[in-house]
């Protein structure tokens, strides 16, 4: 459950990501195709070589999906429900990929925004990665 303060938080938080969107999905992708070699087996039909546009295009589309989560903060389950029935239905990713994806993009934040990237911020922002995960997994069965 995200706290009227969480989402204050998770709401400041993503003005400093907004501008930076493409750039920080992208990153968080290529983190995590080199950390966990074991996701790159869902997108066999991509160039993941480092500068990939395709991995890039897909970024700017998960960071995107995530801002829409931010706006949507009260409802989360709401704005994502399209994207948890391509996960669920189509795509059948494992959900256990969703931390993987969620841990490598706190490192993005981590290493862009430095002393910007609050314990505060840090906590909120697990919780808000974590709601967003449970959403994409919530059709599964
Ligand atoms: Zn996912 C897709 C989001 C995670 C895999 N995705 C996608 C999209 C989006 C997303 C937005 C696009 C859609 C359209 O186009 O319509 N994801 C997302 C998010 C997350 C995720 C937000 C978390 C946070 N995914 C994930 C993971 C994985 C995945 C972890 C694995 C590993 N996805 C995927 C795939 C796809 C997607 C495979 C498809 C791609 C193409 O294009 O083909």
Known sequence: MLTADDK???TQLWEKVASHQE????EALQRMFIT???TKT????FDLHPGSEQVRGHGKKVAAALGNAVKSLDNISQALSEL???HAYNLRVD???FKLLA?????VLAVHLGKDYS?????????FLSAVAAVLAEKYR
């Open 84 to 86: 948890s029935n391509l």
């Open 23 to 26: 750039e920080f999905g992208n």
């Open 42 to 45: 869902y997108f066999p039909h």
């Open 103 to 107: 841990q490598c993009f706190q490192v």
């Open 95 to 97: 959900p256990a990929n």
């Open 8 to 10: 204050k938080i998770i």
């Open 119 to 127: 314990p505060e911020m840090h906590a909120a922002f697990d919780k």
């Open 36 to 38: 966990y070699p074991q």
